[in-house]
């Protein structure tokens, strides 16, 4: 596909090259030291090649395949005071960058499956994941502070993770809450075969493509590689446009990559114009089902 790129004169109001980052971290309480490195150094190469926004997967400082609850509180952090987000911090003021990462939050005795934001200014926010996958059950609790979109310097910047892409509520939520972008850390795994299709594009791929149309927003979906513990993960990280199609590519099942996608994130606050009779937000059928489909920790954001 071919990147949405600025022409000879540029006429983009808020331009920013997104980035999302593909590898395979190790779960381990020994292995924390090597994925914060690997990270590290993928964060630094994205900033090097221009990133302005760089989203990460799912839980990529610990791995995800947690044994036992003894094991999940032994990778678990606070947030925002937590070792990773304050790494995290340090890297975006030093490049002036935004940074989408996930962390185990500990917050007392519960543990998260959380979605921090941070920016050349610091921790901006998180989004505790709200929708968890089986025995994510076991050790985390279901997220107890609804949706966020967060307005940056770049954009306004909404937070979901992994599973929640399967709930179109969630997208749509944090779209009529004003996001430009979705960014989204995932951990895809193997789920009952056919695992992708015959173009090597995993089912999770299209439900991010197909949300990023539905509601004219911007999806960055970062996802890891490889197996732990005898779950697989399917790659295909990519980052969709307000029309749903990917820009640049989607990522490969086994790839260790970075994707890029070069946009203007107010792109999204036009709303599409479908023909001559049709508006995407205005056709909207609001008299029979509420704006905010019965969400209310937030009200919309006027287009």
């Known amino acids: 596909m071919t990147a949405q790129v600025a022409s000879t004169a540029d006429q983009r109001v808020s331009p920013v090259r997104v980035a999302v980052v593909q590898f395979e971290p190790r779960v381990g309480v020994e292995n924390l030291k090597a994925n914060a490195v690997a990270v590290e150094q993928r964060l630094t190469a994205a900033a090097d090649a221009g990133a302005g926004l760089i989203v990460l997967p799912e839980l990529a400082t610990t791995g995800y395949v947690f044994e036992t609850r003894e094991e999940a509180f032994a990778h678990a952090e606070q947030v925002p005071n937590g070792r990773t987000v304050e790494s995290f911090a340090r890297i975006a003021a030093e490049r002036n960058v935004y940074i989408v990462g996930c962390v185990a939050e500990?917050?007392?005795?519960?543990?998260?499956?959380?979605?921090?934001?941070?920016?050349?200014?610091?921790?901006?926010?998180?989004?505790?994941?709200?929708?968890?996958?089986?025995?994510?059950?076991?050790?985390?609790?279901?997220?107890?502070?609804?949706?966020?979109?967060?307005?940056?310097?770049?954009?306004?910047?909404?937070?979901?993770?992994?599973?929640?892409?399967?709930?179109?509520?969630?997208?749509?939520?944090?779209?009529?809450?004003?996001?430009?972008?979705?960014?989204?850390?995932?951990?895809?795994?193997?789920?009952?075969?056919?695992?992708?299709?015959?173009?090597?594009?995993?089912?999770?791929?299209?439900?991010t493509i197909t949300a990023a149309h539905a509601n004219n927003v911007f999806i960055a979906t970062a996802d890891r590689i490889g197996q732990e513990r005898g779950a697989g993960f399917m790659g295909n990280s990519l980052i969709a446009g307000t029309n749903g199609w990917p820009i640049d590519r989607i990522a490969g099942p086994d790839e260790d990559t970075i994707i890029y996608a070069d946009v203007d994130l107010t792109a999204a606050r036009t709303a599409p114009i479908w023909n001559q009779l049709n508006d995407l937000h205005r056709d909207r059928r609001t008299d029979l089902y509420d704006q905010m489909l019965g969400y209310t920790g937030s009200a919309p954001l006027p287009r």
């Not at 954009?155 to 004003?178: H, K, N, S, Y």
């Not at 972008?181 to 015959?198: E, H, K, M, R, S």
Request: aromatic residues 14%; glycine residues 10%; contains cysteine.
């Open 106 to 207: 500990r917050a007392g005795e519960k543990l998260y499956d959380t979605a921090v934001l941070v920016g050349p200014e610091g921790y901006i926010g998180r989004y505790r994941k709200t929708h968890l996958w089986n025995t994510e059950k076991l050790w985390f609790t279901p997220g107890d502070e609804g949706f966020s979109v967060f307005d940056t310097k770049i954009g306004r910047i909404g937070l979901l993770v992994c599973w929640d892409i399967w709930f179109p509520e969630t997208a749509r939520i944090v779209a009529q809450m004003g996001a430009d972008i979705i960014c989204i850390p995932t951990g895809w795994v193997w789920t009952p075969p056919p695992l992708y299709d015959a173009s090597g594009v995993c089912m999770a791929a299209y439900l």
